[in-house]
């Protein structure tokens, strides 16, 4: 029988590991993380956040360039971070980039009583994307709007998007529970209440809205609330692992902001393994064919005991 969670009873995540993974997460040295690189997954470092930002911006611009009449194609894209997004826009316009054919796909959507939150509800994440991205685009280089797919509550016209563009690259964060998107580990119920779901069916799982880890309600009250729990919706919609596996390669983004030292080393050091558990979701991308995890030098820190 697994641990139970130390955080969080009624849920799996990563404290119900075997303590040998956690330590052997743990222990490693930013120069041990890079060394993590392995055929299908890539660890890249950046030393400065200039470099990488705009690296992240750029893997827009390389996907959109792809686009034609005949091959759409897209990058579906994440809230958190965001300082990437008006770069984005900067670089479109500078490039004259016309994105009559290319596509974008939102990761995730808060919901409340069931229908996802409208664009001028504070947290917004589609409200965001327009603000710091789309709406800084030149009129005449802008995508059309029907290209541009939010995902709702209701989530099949959005599953059905996938079918009609490709997705060149899914970027993403990384949350305090482990999670790309919202894709929370699941709660400890049956018929998994001994033992997690089973990699293969949780990678069965599309676009839906899913309840939400409580660690993952209180990074969001730290990181977007200045820690107001109570203004965070309990539920979101968000993009599945069976649209995941749709895209031709995932690109993590770890600046130090929005995971702690010790979470940043343990999914690359479970990916690289090929350590796949639904306790621990990003792990799961062990099983995609092309991943890459980029980090902030400066933000890796060290797993160290420090009393403040």
Known sequence: MRPTSI??????????????ILDAAARLSAS?????????FTVQLYDTLE??????????ITAWKQATADQPVGICGPIGPTEQLPLVARLVNELE????????????????????VPEDFALSFARTDRELLFDRIRPDLRMPESNIHFPKANATEYIESWNHARCAVMQGGQGEV???AFNDPPKRQPPYDQQPPPPEEYRKLTTRVVDLHPMTLIQNARTSGGGVVSNVPTQAVTVGPAETWKSDKVS????????NPFGQRLTAFMISKGIADSAVPMSLL???P??????YRPGIGACDIEMH
């Open 7 to 20: 955080v969080a009873p009624e849920w799996w995540d990563y404290t119900t590991l075997d303590r040998e």
């Open 32 to 40: 041990e993380l890079a060394g993590l690189s392995r055929e299908g």
């Open 51 to 60: 470099d990488f930002y705009l690296a992240e911006a750029f893997e827009y």
């Open 97 to 116: 980039l016309n994105l009559q054919h290319a596509h974008f796909w939102g990761m995730d959507e808060w919901v409340m009583e069931g229908v996802e």
């Open 178 to 180: 482990k999670h790309w």
């Open 252 to 259: 993590i983004w770890h600046a130090g902001t929005h995971d």
């Open 286 to 288: 062990a099983d995609h």
């Open 290 to 295: 092309n991943v890459q995890f980029n980090y």
